[in-house]
C-alpha cells in the first residue's frame, strides 16, 4: 500500500549509492545473497533472544534489499536477479515470525498463522504476476521490476514496519502477528478482487 508512495523518495539516494556500487564492480546477486544472509541472521538473533540484533539486522538487510535493485538498474537488470530478489525477500518475511515463534512458547501459533498468511499472500501475487505478464500488462508504480507488482494493503514497508513493532515491543508479538495476518488475508482478498477484474474473458 506505502510502496509506491515511497519510491519517489528512497530511489533518487539508492540510485547514486547503485551507481557508486556498480562502478566499483559489486553485483546486484551479490548484494541480494549478502542481504539474505543478513536478513536470516536478525531471525537467528531473535530465535535466541537477541532482539535489539535482531532489529539491527532486519533494517540492515532491507538497505541491502534497496541497494540490490539500484545496482541492477545502474548495470542492466536480470530476470535470473529478479528471480534471485523475489526469492530472498519471502525467504526473509517468512523467518522473522519463525524466529519470533522460537523464541518463546506463546509464540509458536502467532508465529505459524503469519508465516501462512505470507505464504498464501506470496502465491497471490506470484500467481497475479504470471498472468499479468502473459497478457503483456505493465505497470511502473513500484519502480522498473523483472516482473508485474499488482499492489495490496499488506506490501514491503508494512511488513517491515510490524517486524519494527514486534522487535520494540516483543511482548506483543501475539497481537501484532495475528493483526498483521488478518491484514495479509484482506490483500489475499483485494488480489483476487483485482484479478476477477481484470483477467475475467
Known amino acids: 500500500m506505502l510502496d509506491a508512495r515511497l519510491r519517489p ?3 533518487p539516494p539508492l540510485n547514486r549509492a547503485g551507481l557508486l556500487l556498480a562502478g566499483l564492480g559489486v553485483t546486484a546477486n551479490a548484494l541480494t545473497f549478502t542481504g539474505l544472509a ?3 541472521a536478525g531471525a537467528a538473533a531473535i530465535a535466541a533472544g537477541h532482539i535489539g540484533w535482531g532489529l539491527a539486522l532486519i533494517i540492515a538487510n532491507r538497505l541491502t534489499d534497496g541497494l540490490d535493485g539500484a545496482v541492477a538498474r545502474a ?3 536480470s530476470d535470473l536477479g529478479g528471480y534471485f530478489d523475489i526469492v530472498a525477500d519471502f525467504a526473509f518475511y517468512v523467518s522473522i515470525p519463525v524466529g519470533f515463534g522460537l523464541l518463546a512458547p506463546a ?3 502467532p508465529a505459524l498463522v503469519l508465516t501462512a498468511s505470507f505464504v ?3 502465491v497471490s501475487f506470484l500467481a497475479f504476476a504470471v498472468i499479468a505478464g502473459k497478457r503483456g500488462a505493465e505497470t511502473q508504480a513500484h519502480g522498473k521490476k523483472s516482473f508485474f507488482y499488482s499492489t495490496g494493503l499488506a506490501e514491503g514497508a ?3 514496519a510490524v517486524f519494527i513493532a514486534m522487535c520494540i515491543w516483543p511482548a506483543w508479538f501475539p497481537l501484532l502477528a495475528f493483526a498483521y495476518a488478518g491484514l ?3 490483500t489475499i482478498i483485494q488480489r483476487s478482487a ?3 477484474a481484470a483477467f475475467r474473458d
Do not use: F, K, S, Y
Request: hydrophobic share 50%; proline share 4%; glycine share 12%.
Open 9 to 11: 523518495l528512497i530511489d
Open 38 to 40: 543478513i536478513g536470516l
Open 75 to 77: 548495470r542492466g537488470p
Open 107 to 109: 509464540n509458536l501459533l
Open 120 to 122: 498464501l499472500t506470496g
Open 158 to 160: 508494512e511488513t517491515i
Open 184 to 186: 495479509c488475508t484482506a
Open 194 to 196: 483485482m484479478a476477477v
